[in-house]
């Protein structure tokens, strides 16, 4: 598989250290597959999508400038990623916030406290296979 075979998968977190990992993580264990493209906040993450056009969306909620549920509704607005599947992380199950991402499409969650590369691989290729991407 060539570079530009890759499936872009962006990561909009502003916990460099757990962007790191998981990027780290993913390349380590599925390099071949994806191209893994990190974000610090929202409005930087919104700038990326626009660039890069990824498979998919890693997104954590609570970030400095541009929360996760706002970068949501900003990426919405472009028609073309109403269709870009999105995974959230978040620290804790907040049923308000994981209701509204779901009304934006949302396709699965990471509870960071229990989070492990290994899942988030499985979670990837879960929605990337029910995407069609």
């Known amino acids: 598989m ?68 706002e970068f949501l509704e900003k990426l919405r607005e472009d028609s073309r990623f109403i269709d870009t599947p999105i995974i959230i992380g978040t620290q804790v199950s907040d049923i308000e916030q994981m209701s509204k991402a779901v009304t934006l499409g949302v396709k699965g969650y990471i509870i960071k406290a229990e989070f492990s590369v290994e899942n988030i691989i499985k979670q990837v290729e879960e929605v990337l296979a029910k995407t069609g991407n």
């Not at 977190?13 to 610090?40: C, E, N, P």
């Open 2 to 69: 060539t570079e530009t075979d890759k499936q872009k998968i962006l990561i909009v977190d502003d916990d460099r250290v757990l962007s790191k990992v998981i990027k780290d993580g993913i390349l380590a264990k599925k390099g071949d597959m994806y191209d893994v493209t990190v974000a610090f906040d929202g409005e930087e993450g919104l700038k990326v999508a626009q660039e890069i056009f990824p498979a998919l969306i890693l997104l954590d909620i609570v970030m400095p400038k541009m929360g996760g549920i």
